[in-house]
């Protein structure tokens, strides 16, 4: 991983659902292709990833429970896998940026992000990753998560 993407921006959605991102974020999002995938989090939460690393994360993770499935160790969890399967066929999605900085928020993620158009988000930079936030939602993190910061911080770094 060669990006550690932080910072946090205010942006405005305009009427169409589209956002302008700064560039430090373009460029930690975008893959060689320019390409890049738009995720479910948590309700009010979507994020942005370089679609190459996206996928090679994915891959990974499903290859192994390929190999889970076809050594016959899900039997008994064939709810849990489709219960995944069902969250991952809805969960992400390719985008292009447009302009080489506005993201257009497509339909069922908005009613998953929350918030009208012509209304405000938080971008929020979570080292791996770009998210983007209701700021009612991101409100609700910031003031359950910030106690632990320093807590956090201190287990990373040992």
Aim: contains cysteine; hydrophobic residues 40%.
């Amino acid at each position: 991983m060669e990006t550690f993407i932080t910072g946090e921006w205010k942006r405005t959605l305009d009427e169409r659902f589209r956002v302008t991102l700064p560039a430090e974020l373009v460029q930690a999002v975008t893959d060689t292709n320019g390409e890049t995938i738009l995720v479910k989090e948590r309700y009010g939460c979507l994020s942005l990833w370089a679609a190459a690393d996206w996928r090679k994360r994915l891959e990974d993770g499903i290859g192994l429970i390929k190999q889970k499935i076809h050594a016959g160790r899900m039997e008994q969890k064939w709810s849990t896998v489709q219960q995944l399967g069902r969250l991952l066929s809805t969960r992400y999605r390719d985008v292009r940026l447009a302009n080489r900085s506005r993201l257009l928020i497509p339909e069922g993620f908005r009613e998953f992000l929350d918030i009208d158009g012509g209304g405000e988000v938080m971008l929020v930079g979570a080292v791996v990753c770009a998210e983007i936030w209701n700021p009612r939602a991101w409100l609700e993190v910031l003031k359950e998560d910030m106690p632990e910061f320093g807590p956090l911080f201190q287990r990373l770094t040992d």
